[in-house]
């Protein structure tokens, strides 16, 4: 029976890859981590549109809610700020204001914005609170320090999750105590695994201390962003290439990119796998992050990739062995390769190739359990 429901769920893709081109969507206005010397603070967007986000449909969130949406949970986001004017987060950001870049509010809305009228863009873990730490300058530049005192704020405002966008080049023993005491206090820091041009590799703080995840962005056609390693271990993988989001002052939409937005992804996860298990710590949370992801070629850790890309519902509902404990169950699933561009200049090709890549990907999905019963647990009946 699970055979023929995977094989249902690839014929439905390859269904769906066939159907008549959708509406183009409209241009979105980019944000970027820092502003340029001329550009005052970031205009507010006027565009608007249902479609759903590439990532989104890729990870699939929704599928997580039906267990925990975030409620419960406080996400820090160490950033540029936010800017609550949007009504994706009414309510539910502490320490809001002035985000002049656009940036943090823009990370704020990929972790918790709720979902929109008509459908559309949503954050990952849209029942979670956030609480803003501004630990940049005005245009987004940031220091190791800014950064520690950031975490500690963070910490200080009751952030199980804290997500450190504002990533420096250069670390100190001030940033590597602020990240040890926050995870020691109980919360789980995620960063991007490398700041600026994604064809430099370039080490990154914090996500360079062995406390912190650090994130890669894979970009829609599921490949990396980066075209060479960064200068540190990479932990796991997200969308982070064309994101679409919320950004300041009203509720029109952005787009960005970058590890940091991928992080944000991942944030979001561990916000949604803490309002589900409450009581797991930080080591827990990291490795039900890691063990449930759908792992890179070749399954082994990938320097682009990590342990793979993340899997919310996967994090939520996988069942981890205890002492003595009854063997663990995971539900299986299969992994749905990124969506394919509508656009009419879609080809015949592009269709076949597509379905050739969700048949490899079941093919890897039937490996996935037998390497997972060797990790400690099995596959649901």
């Not at 300058?137 to 950064?147: F, S």
């Not at 561990?270 to 930080?282: Q, T």
Request: aromatic share 4%; hydrophobic share 45%; with cysteine.
């Amino acid at each position: 029976m699970r055979t023929c429901a995977k094989w249902a769920a690839v014929f439905g893709v390859i269904s769906v890859l066939s159907a008549p081109a959708a509406s183009a969507a409209p241009d979105l206005p980019p944000i970027t981590p820092v502003l340029s010397s001329y550009q005052g603070c970031r205009t507010a967007s006027t565009v608007d549109t249902n479609d759903i986000p590439w990532a989104q449909a890729m990870l699939r969130p929704d599928r997580a809610w039906q267990h925990a949406n975030g409620a419960g949970v406080t996400v820090a986001v160490v950033d540029t700020g936010v800017d609550a004017t949007s009504p994706a987060l009414a309510g539910r950001v502490a320490n809001a204001g002035e985000d002049c870049v656009g940036h943090g509010t823009f990370v704020a809305g990929l972790i918790a914005a709720t979902p929109r009228q008509g459908g559309g863009f949503t954050g990952i873990a849209p029942g979670a609170r956030i609480v803003a730490v501004r630990a940049t300058d005005q245009a987004g530049n940031a220091t190791a320090d800014g950064v520690a005192n950031g975490i500690r704020s963070a910490v200080a405002g009751g952030a199980r999750v804290i997500q450190v966008s504002a990533a420096v080049t250069e670390g100190n023993g001030t940033l590597a105590a602020a990240v040890r005491d926050a995870t020691a206090a109980g919360a789980v820091v995620i960063a991007p695994s490398s700041t600026g041009d994604p064809d430099k590799a370039v080490p990154s703080f914090p996500g360079a201390y062995p406390e912190v995840i650090a994130v890669s962005a894979i970009a829609p056609n599921g490949a990396p962003v980066r075209a060479s390693a960064p200068e540190i271990k990479v932990d796991l993988a997200a969308p982070g290439a064309m994101m679409t989001g919320i950004g300041p002052r009203g509720n029109g939409l952005f787009v960005s990119g970058g590890d940091a937005v991928a992080a944000a992804q991942v944030s979001g996860a561990a916000a949604l796998v803490l309002s589900y298990r409450p009581a797991l710590s930080p080591q827990e949370v990291v490795r039900r992050l890691r063990d449930t992801a759908y792992p890179p070629p070749g399954s082994a850790p990938d320097p682009l990739l990590g342990s793979g890309v993340i899997d919310p519902e996967a994090a939520l509902t996988a069942e981890f062995p205890t002492a003595g404990g009854k063997p663990p169950v995971v539900p299986a699933a299969v992994h749905m390769p990124p969506p394919v561009d509508t656009t009419p200049e879609v080809t015949a090709a592009v269709v076949a190739t597509a379905a050739a890549v969700v048949i490899a990907a079941v093919t890897i999905a039937a490996a996935i359990i037998p390497r997972g019963r060797k990790r400690g647990w099995r596959a649901a009946p």
